[in-house]
């Protein structure tokens, strides 16, 4: 049995003992029937979109991206969302209403917003902004690990909601991983915006992916609540 089996079984018990396409032509608002673009999309395949109008929903990220994307390529105040999938992209001219970029709080906050997609001198995709809201918070569907678990391609791309308790282990090239166990099972999380101890309890959001070695992994997590 691998350390990564062995510590899912361990996790799981300690789960039980404590925790029961893009929109061509000019702009308008975003209202009504709007079609949204997909981050991810804009990233994969940048030509297709270049110089076109796009709406999206997205993370706000402010200054700090989640993943390398490069130097900001317009301004030092570009600032950077995260898609669905977790795919960073740069945003340069309006800001959300209400949000800065230098402020944590305002980091990981839904918003839609209208704007262009152009590209660097090197192809890097990139959104010159027209309008951008912050969206009505709307809470992430809460399921139990194993509905991840029994159908891992039917939930990948989906943005949910866990709670359980979290682990730590390391793998066979001794590099440390997170895990978050419930009553159903356990799954890895990708990265922690911040480290909490062994056995906190966390409500958490995030987006379900695959891990190097095809088992479902969480990514883009965001934390609700942590409790000792």
Known sequence: MSTRSRLFGLCLAAALACCAP?????????????????????????????????????????????????????????????????????????MPEGLRPSD?????????????????????????????????????????????????IGMKGRTIGLLGVLAKGFDQRGRRFYLLADPTGAITLDRLPKLYPRGTILQIKGTVDHDENGLPMLTGVEIVSAKP
Not at 65 to 79: E, F, H, K, L, Y
Not at 82 to 92: A, F, K
Not at 105 to 134: C, D, H, N, W, Y
Request: aromatic share 8%; with cysteine; glycine share 10%.
């Open 22 to 94: 893009a929109l061509a032509g000019e702009p308008s608002n975003l209202r009504g029937n709007t079609v949204f673009t997909a981050v991810g999309s804009i990233v994969r395949d940048p030509a297709t979109f270049k110089g076109s109008f796009i709406s999206l929903k997205a993370t706000f990220l402010g200054w700090k991206a989640d993943q390398d994307i490069g130097a900001p390529p317009v301004t030092r105040s570009d600032w950077i969302v995260r898609g669905e999938d977790g795919s960073n992209i740069y945003c340069t001219g309006r």
């Open 104 to 152: 944590p709080e305002a980091r990981g906050i839904r918003i839609s917003l209208l704007g262009q997609v152009m590209l660097t001198p090197e192809g890097k995709p990139f959104i010159i902004v027209s309008e951008a809201t912050p969206l009505v918070t709307e809470p992430e569907p809460m399921i139990a690990v194993s509905q991840i678990l029994f159908d891992p």
